[in-house]
């Protein structure tokens, strides 16, 4: 049985009509986006009080450049930046997203991360709204130098929004599916769980505690 060709240039082959198409009319955007949405969860180990770690957590103007790094940020807003995520594509189509997050102050020991507008700034082809929720919650360890840490618990709603051009449309539905599946996990790699594991670090390295081993849990 013969593969279905899954490179574009394969596609032209395989494709009369598609070997017809002009380059400008394969690079078009269709009308419909095609929308990719996940939900995640995480956690981290704090080795402090609940009250050390909401005192950190709020003064992000501190920590968050150094833990966004070597995303490119900008501050935005008294509470939110915008960052540049990086580049990522499939098949030959890349984006590099850039999206403002708006970092709310902490309501009844939760924080809440949202997506807001970067100011000058339209994004082409795509939209991602990123909805994170944090929750403080403190309990006895032993393994703490003071006995007590603060599990920090969050949870990503994610929606990706993609105006794919019509060549990405000639591909089998499966693989343009995989294709927003691991933007989904690019942006979630990236912001989300590389950002957890710098401020996790940057927080005892600032206090010279030793830092807690990883208990990751993923969706």
Known sequence: MQSQPT??????????????????????????PTVFRSQFIDSMEMYADARAVSEYLD?????????????????????SY???IGRFG?????IEPKIGLDLLPQSEGIY???????????SVGYDVDFRAAMNLVERDDPDAVSAIATHVEWQLDLTVTIQFPRFIHALPDPLIQKTGERLLRQIVRQVSRRLTHKVQEDFHSSRSLPLPKRDRKWL
């Open 7 to 32: 490179d574009p240039m394969e596609l032209r082959s395989a494709n009369p009509q598609f070997i017809s198409a002009s380059q400008s009319d394969e690079a078009a955007p269709v009308q419909k």
């Open 59 to 79: 003064a992000h103007h501190d920590w968050f450049r150094r833990c966004a790094h070597p995303m490119q940020v900008e501050s935005i807003g008294n509470n």
């Open 82 to 84: 915008a960052l540049i």
């Open 90 to 94: 499939s098949f030959g189509y890349e």
């Open 112 to 122: 809440r991360i949202e997506t807001v507008p970067v100011p000058g700034y339209a």
